[in-house]
Structure formats: structure tokens, C-alpha cells
């Protein structure tokens, strides 16, 4: 009779990921397992996270085995008795998808707060944004001591979120710590948390059991009878791992002398693993030992799953039997009669059923395909498929739900399945072909998926269901690869063939098309083919292209001004799968990025930048032009704003970058003329001027003179030329060319692009003299951008545009408008703050124009260390780059600027910079 293993193990490894998220399950990830009876308390570990007040994150990273995770939930224990409110988390895989993880976490944070964070999963819920921003704020606003536990991080590869932890601790509150348990290092910025003293490490070596912790475990928890010389050897040779400790102590429950036990010991942690893993396994009954080995391929087990793989046996009393004797069997909170291997000896035996059983792994597979396809789970079922290589049975059931997935916007899924099939299998099914194209395509980008559908054969197939797919790629294709001329021509063709036998397809090239011919100019046109597109939807629901029509229609009225009705849109289309899928955030990038430029113009600039570090790294993935470089821009600004000239800069580098990187043109091109503008408004007119330069390709600009694309609506070099002049040159010589440029926008439609050359027209007026002139100008204007809540589209000219709108502010003050209009007097005060505090020059609101030197001088004299550092921040030098040309710190850096800032009255960097110029300290 064999000896059953004891009560639980003091360490515990991650979840297998689950597909679907339920109550039940939801409620197993927010409470951790149960508290072993043979835990061994880790005081000096304890002591050390419930102390460490000033750290924002506490990381407990080990290899598998080591404790992590009884030693996180007596760190929980002791602040709880401290007083410290606090919350769990476990993950698993499938909260890489930034929705799930968002709803998980909600429901973590609202037990934690007290307060109702919204979900998306129910019908009506909030878009993934509005969870991200309640989260945060409801961390941010908590004035009482807490600890939320993220535990299993190491499943965390998304970049998505990984950037949305990233905000959470950036904006935690004083008294709030996050506590992260993973087996690997998380990109989570660490190395600027270690150097603020905002990270506490306990590592591996930590974790380690001491030579007393280990005889304490054995002795006085396991109740094993161990001389002291064995002991040493047995830690010695684990080296402290605890799950070995654990494992040995079950094998020394059967063994009357341990001497010749631990003789016997090697030395690595797997081979540990592997040979006391097959050890309790050899000691189980032939039956218990196959039931084993047969359902390993599972990440869950229920009585009449198992019943499917292993026929005729007593699956339920087998999985009783296994859960009494406590044998690496973890009962799923919630769901009575559903477990989990332990994932340790889940591991080892997979690997040890495909050695004894190699011939048996297709059918144990397919028993679970076939199970899963009964109960209506086509996913799981199609992963058994693919894992049993019974390719035919994965194409049949790729056949049956393919479709409905690719439609729901299962992009992501989809790419793996059919990158697990054999080209020769696929080369069969030409429809299913296409389908990994699509997916492929808003995966993995344009490019790629033109690969594939030359390689395909598709185009010669004469199913015409095939060349319904093929004939909406090719536009579809083009487009994505700033090719809209081309996609044009072919586009209007294939659209003469629509409608066919398939909706994905049509409604997909019709939304396409709908802002190819929008980008062409023909406004009317695209309002016509989107509401093809929305009758074809209608027909048969596509999640995926509802996303796609209401976002493409945002792009048009952002186009004209209407950007309330704009953010309307976007803020629906980011949401428009949230009750089908938590894998729609590779479609919704589309949607996504459009967004957070809405919340951008608003200035909203924190929401802003939390949606692009969800959204952005997908719009990088797909290799959309357009979106990557608004996603960049908006990026270099939001840093620019906050005074963070180097990620400002970064921002700017990596998307020239990518732009190389990928033969776009138009991207690198962009990134130079933002470049240009942040030197701009540093004052640094030479080097803006020059990489105004660097900017002009005459294709790029020729192109967008003709087409209205969205990322160059607002920023072309056109328009950045003469925001130049009227910053270090003759602001009255380009009045002529912008009246030129109004006119034409209008005529065009382009109402956006109007509003802001109107800016730069009061600007040049204020700069040439006419300061009442460019009050009316701005004035107008005004009123319009108060309607539609803009602010950024002001506020990005910086100073110049700081100073009129001070003087119009003044103005209404003086005059009594207030009175008359309460509304726009709260947007103009919105719109002062957001412009930034005055500066020495403007702070009357009725200064000179910014070209004019001011009389005084600084509050004190600088030094010429101090004025050294200015010229040097003038010219763009990052405080590193400074540092080391300096040959002094990054800190002594820090000081002298704060020192500059001080002195000139300055309250950023930018500001400094212009004060400087002004009193004539630098060039």
C-alpha cells in the first residue's frame, strides 16, 4: 500500500491559462491557495516587505519552486493584522489580453477600495480605457496603507499590460505597494524604480531556506526523524530550493534511513525534479499510475472529461482518491469537481506519458478534441486537434468556426492555429487559407500577409467564395502599406462585384475602401460605403467590422471638426467586442490609437497616454503608418509636456526608426518634422531649421499635398515652415500663404486643419505687431474649439500662442464677458492651464510678442558652469548626454538645472531655455 503524499506543498507554480473567464474562476484568481499546514514562516523576509514603506513595488522573483508564493501570502498576513488593507491576484496566461486582465484586476481593486470598478464583461460594460483610468484613479485617491498581489507575473508578456502595471505604479499613492511574485524579470522599468529606492528585491538567494529553515521544514513540519549530517547534506545539495525539500521529505515518508536516500541525490534542479517526480509516481497503483499519466494532457480535469480519455474508469472516485491523498491535485475554487495538476507534475508528466505512451498521444488528444466540440467549446477542441496532429480533424473543425471567430475579431487565436498547420494541409482549403490571412494580416501587418497571399495560390482558385477573400485583400493590403493610390484602383473594381456569399469580406473592403476614397477626397463616397458596410454587418454580425466602420467614420469627422462626435465614435469602437472576445485588442489598435488622439485634443493627456501604451505596441505590430505616427507624436508631446525631454526625444528616435526599418517614408519624414517642432519650441531656431531640412523629401510632401491623411492632417511641412517664421523670422511675410491655406482647407472640408492654420494666422499677427488683429483672429477661433472641447490643437504652439490667449483672457476680464458667457470663460481658464504657468515676460498678459528681448535680468547671475548646461539644453542634450560631455553626474546635471530654473524663474526646462534666449545668455 503506498504512502499518500502529505497535506500540501508550502510552494505553488502558476495556473495553467484558461480560455474563458467565469465567476467561479474569477473567484479562484482573487483568493490564493490555501495556507499550507507545513509552511515554514519566513520573519526576516516578512519583516523586510512589511517595512519597506517607500517602496512603490515589492518583486519576489525566483525560479519555480522556491516559495514565492507562501512566502507573498504571509507578507499579506502580517499587513493585514498591521491594519493595511490589501488584495490578490493570481494570473495566468490568458490575461496577456489586456481586456481580461483589466475586469480581473477591477475586481481585485474594488475589493481593495471598497468602491465599484466597471467591467466590460457584461453587456453595457466600460470600454477597456475607462477600466484602465477607475483603476488607477482608484489607487491614486486611496489615502490608507495598502498592498495589492499580483502573483504568477511571469505569464505576463503583452506589452499592453505590462504597461498598464507600469501606470498603476507610477501613480500609486504614498502607503501603496505593489507586491509581484515571478519567476522571471518583468519589463516594468525597474532600473528607474531601483535608483528612486522605490523597489524592494527578495531574489532567490532570499528565498532560499537557511540550514535551520530546512530542519525546521523537515523536523517540525514533515515530522521526519534527520540527523543533523544528513540535514546538512540534503540542504546542501538542494541548495535551499524548497519545492526539493518538499519533494524529498514525500520520499523520506517511506524510507526507514535517509542516508543512502540523499547519497543517491543529483545535483541540478530538474534532474531533483524529474527523479523524486518518478519516485511518488512508481509508488502509485498501475491504475491510479496510468489515470495519471492519460489526463496529463489536460489543464483541467473534470470525472466525465477524464471518463473520455481513459474508458472505463471510475474517473470521479479516482479524482476523489486523488485530492484525499493530496496528490498534486488543486480543486478550481468554485467549480465542484474541476482541478489542476500541480504545474511541477503536470510538467513531468506529460513528458513521462509521451515516453511511455508515445503511440497513445494522439488519441488521448482527440478524446478531448471530441469532448470539447460536444460541449459546444470549439476551442479547446481545436487546440487538442492541433496537438494530436490529426490535422483533418483540426481543418474540420477551422472549417465549421473559423468564420464566426475571424468575425468576432479572434485575430490573435486564429494566427496560432493555422501557424501550427502544415502549408501542405492548408494548400487544400483555399478559403481557410485566406482566413489566416486576414488574420495574419492584423496581426503580424500588411506585409507579411502579402507574402502569404502571393505564396497562397489563392488568386487562381476558382471558388468564388475564395476569390470574394482575394479580391478584398488586395485593397485591403495596399492601403495598410501607404499604397492608397493603388488600393484606389483596385478597390473600385472589386467593389462592383459586391455584395457576395461572404459578409466578412465585403464589409471589410467597404470599410477599407470607404477611407481610401476618403484619403482620395471624395468625402461623399465614403459615407456611401460605410453604410454598406453597416447594412452588410447587419446581415451577419461582425464585431470586428462594426469596430472598423464607426472608427473610420471618427477619422471623417475628426477631418471636419466635429471631434465630440469623433471621440463618440472612438470610444464605441474600441468597445464595440468586449461581449465576445478578451482577444480583440489587436483589431480595436485601429480604434485605439484614434482614441487616445481624441483624449489627447481634450488634454487629457494621462488618459491619453495610458490608452497608447495598450494600443501603440498592437498599431506597431500591424505596421499602420498612420497610427504609428500619431501614436509617436502623441508620445513625444505628452513627455515634452511634462518636462521630460529624453523619453520625448526616444519617442521621436524609434519611430524614424521604424520607419527605415520598414521602407515607409512618410514615417520617418514625420518623425523629423516633429523633431523640428520640439527644437522649435526649445528655441533653438538653427537646429529646428535643419531638421526641417532633414524633413523635406518632395515625394512624402508631394503626396500628402494631394491625399488627406490623418497622421499629416495637422502636421506637414508646409505648415511647419511657417510656424517656423513666425517663431525666428518675419511673422508677417507668410499672412498671404495662410490665408491661401485657410481658404483652400475650407474648400476641402478639411475644418480641422483650417482651425489650426487660423491659430498660426493670430500668431503671425501678434508677432508682426497687430496685437488687436490677432485678439480677433484667436478670438474666433476660440469659440469654435470651446464647442468642441479642443485644447491641444492651442496649446502645442506653445508660448506664442500662450501669450494671446493670456491677452484674450485679460481682455474678457477687464471687459466683463465672463458675465455674458460662463461656459467659455471656464474653457478659456482651461485652456490657460493648460498652456502652462507665465512666464517672467507674459505674465501680464499684455507683454511683447516672444521675439522681443526683455529687459532685466535674472533673479541672480549664473554661473558659468550653470550657463554651460542651458547652451547645452538648448541644443538638445539629454541629461546623460550632458553628463558625460560635462564629465560630471546625472545628479550634479539635475542640480544645475534646478538651480537654472530657480534663478531665470523658469518652471521647465523649455521655458528656461526661451528665458534664456531672451536675456541673451545663449544663442
Given at each position: 500500500?503506498?504512502?499518500?503524499?502529505?497535506?500540501?506543498?508550502?510552494?505553488?507554480?502558476?495556473?495553467?491559462?484558461?480560455?474563458?473567464?467565469?465567476?467561479?474562476l474569477?473567484?479562484?484568481?482573487?483568493?490564493?491557495?490555501?495556507?499550507?499546514?507545513?509552511?515554514?514562516?519566513?520573519?526576516?523576509?516578512?519583516?523586510?516587505?512589511?517595512?519597506?514603506?517607500?517602496?512603490?513595488?515589492?518583486?519576489?522573483?525566483?525560479?519555480?519552486?522556491?516559495?514565492?508564493?507562501?512566502?507573498?501570502?504571509?507578507?499579506?498576513?502580517?499587513?493585514?493584522?498591521?491594519?493595511?488593507?490589501?488584495?490578490?491576484?493570481?494570473?495566468?496566461?490568458?490575461?496577456?489580453?489586456?481586456?481580461?486582465?483589466?475586469?480581473?484586476?477591477?475586481?481585485?481593486?474594488?475589493?481593495?477600495?471598497?468602491?465599484?470598478?466597471?467591467?466590460?464583461?457584461?453587456?453595457?460594460?466600460a470600454?477597456?480605457?475607462?477600466?484602465?483610468?477607475?483603476?488607477?484613479?482608484?489607487?491614486?485617491?486611496?489615502?490608507?496603507?495598502?498592498?495589492?498581489?499580483?502573483?504568477?507575473?511571469?505569464?505576463?508578456?503583452?506589452?499592453?499590460?505590462?504597461?498598464?502595471?507600469?501606470?498603476?505604479?507610477?501613480?500609486?499613492?504614498?502607503?501603496?505597494?505593489?507586491?509581484?511574485?515571478?519567476?522571471?524579470?518583468?519589463?516594468?522599468?525597474?532600473?528607474?524604480?531601483?535608483?528612486?529606492?522605490?523597489?524592494?528585491?527578495?531574489d532567490?538567494?532570499?528565498?532560499?531556506?537557511?540550514?535551520?529553515?530546512?530542519?525546521?521544514?523537515?523536523?517540525?513540519?514533515?515530522?521526519?526523524?534527520?540527523?543533523?549530517?544528513?540535514?546538512?547534506?540534503?540542504?546542501?545539495?538542494?541548495?535551499?530550493?524548497?519545492?526539493?525539500?518538499?519533494?524529498?521529505?514525500?520520499?523520506?515518508?517511506?524510507?526507514?534511513?535517509?542516508?543512502?536516500?540523499?547519497?543517491?541525490?543529483?545535483?541540478?534542479?530538474?534532474?531533483?525534479?524529474?527523479?523524486?517526480?518518478?519516485?511518488?509516481?512508481?509508488?502509485?497503483?498501475?491504475?491510479?499510475?496510468?489515470?495519471?499519466?492519460?489526463?496529463?494532457?489536460?489543464?483541467?480535469?473534470?470525472?466525465?472529461?477524464?471518463?473520455?480519455?481513459?474508458?472505463?474508469?471510475?474517473?470521479?472516485?479516482?479524482?476523489?482518491?486523488?485530492?484525499?491523498?493530496?496528490?498534486?491535485?488543486?480543486?478550481?475554487?468554485?467549480?465542484?469537481?474541476?482541478?489542476?495538476?500541480?504545474?511541477?507534475?503536470?510538467?513531468?508528466?506529460?513528458?513521462?506519458?509521451?515516453?511511455e505512451?508515445?503511440?497513445?498521444?494522439?488519441?488521448?488528444?482527440?478524446?478531448?478534441?471530441?469532448?470539447y466540440?460536444?460541449?459546444?467549446?470549439?476551442?479547446?477542441?481545436?487546440?487538442?486537434?492541433?496537438?494530436?496532429?490529426?490535422?483533418?480533424?483540426?481543418?474540420?473543425?477551422?472549417?465549421?468556426?473559423?468564420?464566426?471567430?475571424?468575425?468576432?475579431?479572434?485575430?490573435?487565436?486564429?494566427?496560432?492555429?493555422?501557424?501550427?498547420?502544415?502549408?501542405?494541409?492548408?494548400?487544400?482549403?483555399?478559403?481557410?487559407?485566406?482566413?489566416?490571412?486576414w488574420?495574419?494580416?492584423f496581426?503580424?501587418?500588411?506585409?507579411?500577409?502579402m507574402?502569404?497571399?502571393?505564396?497562397?495560390g489563392?488568386?487562381?482558385?476558382?471558388?468564388?467564395?475564395?476569390q470574394?477573400?482575394?479580391?478584398?485583400?488586395?485593397?485591403?493590403?495596399?492601403?495598410?502599406?501607404?499604397?492608397?493610390?493603388?488600393?484606389?484602383?483596385?478597390?473600385?473594381?472589386?467593389?462592383?462585384q459586391?455584395?457576395?456569399?461572404?459578409?466578412?469580406?465585403?464589409?471589410?473592403?467597404?470599410?477599407?475602401?470607404?477611407?481610401?476614397?476618403?484619403?482620395?477626397?471624395?468625402?461623399?463616397?465614403?459615407?456611401?460605403l460605410?453604410?454598406?458596410?453597416?447594412?452588410?454587418q447587419?446581415?451577419?454580425?461582425?464585431?470586428?467590422?462594426?469596430?472598423?466602420?464607426?472608427?473610420?467614420?471618427?477619422?471623417?469627422?475628426?477631418?471636419?471638426?466635429?471631434?465630440?462626435?469623433?471621440?463618440?465614435?472612438?470610444r464605441?469602437?474600441?468597445?464595440?467586442?468586449?461581449?465576445?472576445?478578451?482577444?480583440?485588442?489587436?483589431?480595436?489598435?485601429?480604434?485605439?490609437?484614434?482614441?487616445?488622439?481624441?483624449?489627447?485634443?481634450?488634454?487629457?493627456?494621462?488618459?491619453?497616454?495610458?490608452?497608447?501604451?495598450?494600443?501603440l505596441?498592437?498599431?506597431?505590430?500591424?505596421?499602420?503608418?498612420?497610427?504609428?505616427?500619431?501614436?509617436?507624436?502623441?508620445?513625444?508631446?505628452?513627455?515634452?509636456?511634462?518636462?521630460?525631454?529624453?523619453?520625448?526625444v526616444?519617442?521621436?528616435?524609434?519611430?524614424?526608426?521604424?520607419?527605415?526599418?520598414r521602407?515607409?517614408?512618410?514615417?520617418?519624414?514625420s518623425?523629423?518634422?516633429?523633431?523640428?517642432?520640439?527644437?522649435?519650441?526649445?528655441?533653438?531656431?538653427?537646429?529646428?531649421?535643419?531638421?526641417?531640412v532633414?524633413?523635406?523629401?518632395?515625394?512624402?510632401?508631394?503626396?500628402?499635398r494631394?491625399?488627406?491623411?490623418?497622421?499629416?492632417?495637422?502636421?506637414?511641412?508646409?505648415?511647419?515652415?511657417?510656424?517656423?517664421?513666425?517663431?525666428?523670422?518675419?511673422?508677417?511675410?507668410?499672412?498671404?500663404?495662410?490665408?491661401?491655406?485657410?481658404?483652400?482647407?475650407?474648400?476641402?472640408?478639411?475644418?480641422?486643419?483650417?482651425?489650426?492654420?487660423?491659430?498660426?494666422?493670430?500668431?503671425?499677427?501678434?508677432?508682426?505687431?497687430?496685437?488687436?488683429?490677432?485678439?480677433?483672429?484667436?478670438?474666433?477661433?476660440?469659440?469654435?474649439?470651446?464647442g468642441?472641447?479642443?485644447?491641444?490643437?492651442?496649446?502645442?504652439?506653445?508660448?506664442?500662442?500662450?501669450?494671446?490667449?493670456?491677452r484674450?483672457?485679460?481682455?474678457?476680464?477687464?471687459?466683463?464677458?465672463?458675465?455674458?458667457?460662463?461656459?467659455?470663460?471656464?474653457?478659456?481658464?482651461?485652456?490657460?492651464?493648460?498652456?502652462?504657468?507665465?512666464?517672467?515676460?507674459?505674465?501680464?498678459?499684455?507683454?511683447?510678442?516672444?521675439?522681443?528681448?526683455?529687459?532685466?535680468?535674472?533673479?541672480?547671475?549664473?554661473?558659468?558652469?550653470?550657463?554651460?548646461?542651458?547652451q547645452?539644453?538648448?541644443?538638445?542634450?539629454?541629461?546623460?548626454?550632458?553628463?558625460?560631455?560635462?564629465?560630471?553626474?546625472?545628479s550634479?546635471?539635475?542640480?544645475?538645472?534646478?538651480?537654472?530654473?530657480?534663478?531665470?524663474?523658469?518652471?521647465?526646462?523649455?521655458?528656461?531655455?526661451?528665458?534664456?534666449?531672451?536675456?541673451?545668455?545663449?544663442?
Amino acid at each position: 500500500m503506498p504512502v499518500q503524499p502529505p497535506q500540501g506543498p508550502p510552494v505553488r507554480d502558476a495556473a495553467p491559462p484558461r480560455p474563458v473567464l467565469a465567476g467561479p474562476l474569477l473567484a479562484a484568481k482573487l483568493n490564493p491557495p490555501t495556507t499550507p499546514a507545513s509552511q515554514v514562516v519566513r520573519t526576516g523576509i516578512r519583516d523586510s516587505v512589511c517595512n519597506a514603506q517607500s517602496a512603490r513595488l515589492v518583486l519576489v522573483r525566483a525560479p519555480a519552486g522556491f516559495g514565492k508564493t507562501t512566502t507573498m501570502m504571509q507578507c499579506r498576513a502580517l499587513l493585514e493584522e498591521r491594519g493595511v488593507d490589501t488584495s490578490w491576484l493570481t494570473l495566468d496566461g490568458s490575461d496577456n489580453d489586456s481586456t481580461r486582465f483589466l475586469d480581473c484586476l477591477a475586481e481585485a481593486v474594488s475589493g481593495l477600495s471598497g468602491q465599484d470598478v466597471p467591467r466590460s464583461r457584461s453587456d453595457g460594460g466600460a470600454a477597456p480605457a475607462d477600466i484602465a483610468l477607475a483603476i488607477v484613479g482608484s489607487l491614486a485617491t486611496r489615502t490608507a496603507p495598502f498592498a495589492l498581489f499580483l502573483d504568477d507575473f511571469e505569464v505576463i508578456q503583452d506589452p499592453a499590460v505590462l504597461g498598464l502595471v507600469r501606470q498603476i505604479i507610477d501613480h500609486l499613492p504614498r502607503g501603496g505597494q505593489l507586491v509581484i511574485g515571478s519567476r522571471s524579470l518583468p519589463d516594468l522599468g525597474l532600473g528607474r524604480l531601483r535608483a528612486r529606492g522605490q523597489l524592494l528585491e527578495i531574489d532567490t538567494d532570499r528565498l532560499r531556506f537557511s540550514l535551520d529553515e530546512a530542519g525546521e521544514f523537515l523536523s517540525d513540519r514533515r515530522h521526519l526523524a534527520i540527523q543533523h549530517d544528513d540535514l546538512s547534506r540534503l540542504h546542501r545539495k538542494t541548495e535551499g530550493w524548497v519545492a526539493a525539500l518538499w519533494l524529498a521529505s514525500v520520499a523520506l515518508e517511506r524510507r526507514d534511513t535517509a542516508t543512502d536516500f540523499i547519497d543517491r541525490f543529483s545535483g541540478s534542479d530538474q534532474a531533483i525534479a524529474d527523479y523524486l517526480a518518478e519516485d511518488v509516481l512508481a509508488a502509485q497503483p498501475a491504475p491510479v499510475r496510468a489515470f495519471l499519466l492519460r489526463t496529463s494532457i489536460l489543464r483541467q480535469l473534470s470525472a466525465p472529461l477524464c471518463d473520455a480519455l481513459v474508458p472505463g474508469a471510475d474517473s470521479a472516485a479516482l479524482l476523489a482518491r486523488l485530492q484525499a491523498s493530496n496528490l498534486f491535485l488543486t480543486p478550481i475554487e468554485g467549480e465542484p469537481g474541476v482541478y489542476r495538476y500541480h504545474s511541477l507534475f503536470s510538467d513531468f508528466l506529460r513528458a513521462q506519458c509521451a515516453r511511455e505512451y508515445p503511440a497513445e498521444l494522439a488519441r488521448l488528444h482527440l478524446a478531448a478534441s471530441a469532448w470539447y466540440a460536444a460541449q459546444g467549446r470549439p476551442v479547446p477542441a481545436i487546440d487538442h486537434a492541433i496537438d494530436s496532429g490529426a490535422h483533418a480533424r483540426a481543418v474540420e473543425l477551422l472549417s465549421a468556426h473559423a468564420e464566426n471567430l475571424l468575425a468576432q475579431g479572434r485575430m490573435r487565436l486564429l494566427t496560432r492555429w493555422f501557424s501550427a498547420l502544415p502549408d501542405e494541409v492548408l494548400r487544400t482549403r483555399p478559403l481557410l487559407q485566406v482566413f489566416a490571412i486576414w488574420a495574419a494580416n492584423f496581426t503580424r501587418g500588411a506585409g507579411e500577409a502579402m507574402t502569404m497571399l502571393e505564396r497562397s495560390g489563392c488568386a487562381d482558385s476558382t471558388d468564388p467564395d475564395v476569390q470574394a477573400h482575394v479580391s478584398a485583400l488586395r485593397p485591403v493590403l495596399l492601403a495598410m502599406v501607404d499604397r492608397p493610390e493603388q488600393a484606389y484602383a483596385v478597390g473600385r473594381e472589386r467593389l462592383l462585384q459586391s455584395p457576395t456569399s461572404q459578409p466578412f469580406a465585403d464589409s471589410t473592403l467597404a470599410n477599407a475602401m470607404a477611407l481610401v476614397v476618403a484619403t482620395m477626397g471624395e468625402h461623399g463616397e465614403a459615407q456611401r460605403l460605410l453604410d454598406a458596410a453597416r447594412r452588410t454587418q447587419g446581415t451577419r454580425a461582425s464585431m470586428f467590422n462594426r469596430m472598423y466602420s464607426e472608427s473610420v467614420e471618427g477619422m471623417l469627422d475628426l477631418r471636419e471638426g466635429r471631434i465630440r462626435q469623433a471621440t463618440a465614435r472612438f470610444r464605441i469602437a474600441v468597445s464595440a467586442t468586449r461581449s465576445v472576445s478578451y482577444t480583440h485588442t489587436n483589431g480595436n489598435a485601429w480604434a485605439g490609437v484614434l482614441y487616445a488622439g481624441a483624449m489627447y485634443e481634450a488634454n487629457e493627456l494621462e488618459q491619453a497616454e495610458q490608452l497608447l501604451n495598450v494600443y501603440l505596441p498592437l498599431a506597431r505590430n500591424v505596421g499602420l503608418p498612420d497610427h504609428m505616427i500619431l501614436g509617436y507624436v502623441m508620445l513625444s508631446r505628452i513627455a515634452f509636456c511634462r518636462g521630460d525631454i529624453d523619453p520625448s526625444v526616444q519617442a521621436l528616435t524609434e519611430l524614424e526608426y521604424i520607419g527605415h526599418q520598414r521602407h515607409l517614408p512618410r514615417v520617418v519624414a514625420s518623425a523629423r518634422l516633429e523633431r523640428a517642432r520640439l527644437l522649435l519650441l526649445q528655441g533653438n531656431a538653427r537646429a529646428s531649421q535643419q531638421e526641417l531640412v532633414r524633413a523635406d523629401d518632395p515625394e512624402v510632401w508631394q503626396r500628402t499635398r494631394r491625399l488627406r491623411q490623418s497622421a499629416n492632417d495637422l502636421d506637414y511641412l508646409d505648415l511647419a515652415r511657417w510656424r517656423w517664421t513666425i517663431f525666428f523670422g518675419a511673422p508677417g511675410s507668410v499672412l498671404d500663404a495662410l490665408d491661401a491655406a485657410i481658404a483652400e482647407a475650407a474648400g476641402a472640408s478639411l475644418h480641422r486643419r483650417a482651425l489650426k492654420l487660423r491659430i498660426l494666422r493670430g500668431l503671425a499677427l501678434q508677432g508682426s505687431g497687430d496685437v488687436g488683429a490677432a485678439m480677433d483672429a484667436m478670438s474666433q477661433v476660440l469659440a469654435i474649439t470651446c464647442g468642441e472641447g479642443m485644447f491641444r490643437i492651442v496649446a502645442d504652439e506653445g508660448e506664442p500662442a500662450a501669450l494671446l490667449v493670456r491677452r484674450i483672457e485679460a481682455a474678457s476680464t477687464r471687459d466683463g464677458d465672463t458675465l455674458r458667457d460662463p461656459i467659455f470663460t471656464e474653457y478659456l481658464h482651461r485652456l490657460v492651464r493648460a498652456l502652462g504657468p507665465a512666464t517672467p515676460a507674459d505674465s501680464d498678459g499684455a507683454g511683447p510678442a516672444p521675439a522681443a528681448a526683455p529687459a532685466g535680468a535674472p533673479l541672480e547671475p549664473l554661473t558659468r558652469k550653470e550657463i554651460r548646461v542651458l547652451q547645452l539644453l538648448a541644443e538638445g542634450y539629454s541629461n546623460t548626454a550632458m553628463a558625460e560631455k560635462l564629465f560630471v553626474s546625472d545628479s550634479t546635471v539635475r542640480t544645475h538645472l534646478r538651480n537654472i530654473n530657480t534663478k531665470l524663474g523658469a518652471r521647465s526646462r523649455t521655458q528656461a531655455v526661451a528665458l534664456g534666449r531672451r536675456l541673451g545668455l545663449i544663442r
